[in-house]
Each structure stands twice: as C-alpha cells, then as structure tokens.
C-alpha cells in the first residue's frame, strides 16, 4: 500500500491494527465526539454510545482484528477496504471466520466524524449457525453453478 496521508486515517488505522479488549480506550483519540456509525445492524450517536457499543461488542467476542487491504484518501474521506478476522463463541463453535468489508469515513478536526461500515451481514452471522449456515452455503454453491 502507498503512504497514507491523512493524520487522521493514520490514527484509524494504527488504532485498528491492534484494537482489543484491553485498549478500547484509544478509540478516543480516532473518533469525534459527534460521531455516527452505521453498519449494518446500527446506527450509533456520540461517542459515548460508540463506545459502549464496542465495551459490549468486545466482552462478547473471543477475538477480532482487522486486515487493511486497500484504501483511497482526501484530506476529508477515505475507503477503506479490509478484512475481519474474529471468533465468537456461538458461531461454528468459536471458529475464527473471516468477512470482507468495506468502510466509509468522513473526518473532522482530524478525527473520525463519520463511519460507515459495508459488509454482508448473513456472511458475518447466518452462515456461522449450524443449520443455517449449511443451508445457505448450499444454496451460495448451487448458485454459483449457474
């Protein structure tokens, strides 16, 4: 990947790299006060709520990190493209699984002011139960034979 260039993207992305259970704190020196974040699932904020949201989301999970893949960057946006790496418990059994993603970030006063999070929510979930999950790679297979 080319030199990131954005002070901010900078923080994001060395905050990201390490993001843990024991380091939620540093979320504060990325994301605004004023944040939104979506994601599939949500719709968040302020930076209190994020951050409760991500204390919840941490003490349910057995581990997470995130792969930056590509990214394009302006002074005020960026895209970022990435992977997850993350087990949960009650998804095949606590098996890492891996999703692909991508995020939309807006910057003020270089933090984060808006995150936007793009992924496949019935990859992430459904296809980590038992019986759905076999259900619906089935069915992802027999199209893909089309």
């Not at 991500?54 to 995130?66: E, G, T, V």
């Not at 095949?92 to 910057?107: D, P, V």
Request: hydrophobic share 40%.
């Amino acid at each position: 990947m080319d030199a990131v260039n954005n002070p901010a993207l900078i923080k994001f992305f060395d905050v990201y790299a390490q993001l843990g259970k024991e380091n939620l704190a540093q979320l504060a020196d990325v994301y605004h006060h004023s944040v939104i974040f979506e994601d599939p699932a949500h719709k968040i904020e302020g930076f209190t709520a994020l951050e409760a949201y991500f204390f919840n989301l941490y003490q349910n999970i057995n581990s997470c990190r995130f792969v930056i893949n590509s990214y394009v960057e302006d002074d005020h946006e960026a895209f970022v493209q990435w992977t997850m790496h993350f087990s949960h418990p009650r998804l095949q059994n606590g098996k890492e699984r891996s999703l692909e993603g991508c995020t939309q970030l807006k910057f003020e006063q270089e933090k984060v002011i808006y995150h936007r999070d793009y992924f496949d929510m019935g990859e992430m979930i459904y296809e980590g139960l038992p019986m759905f999950g076999r259900v619906i790679r089935h069915i992802k297979a027999r199209l893909g034979q089309s």
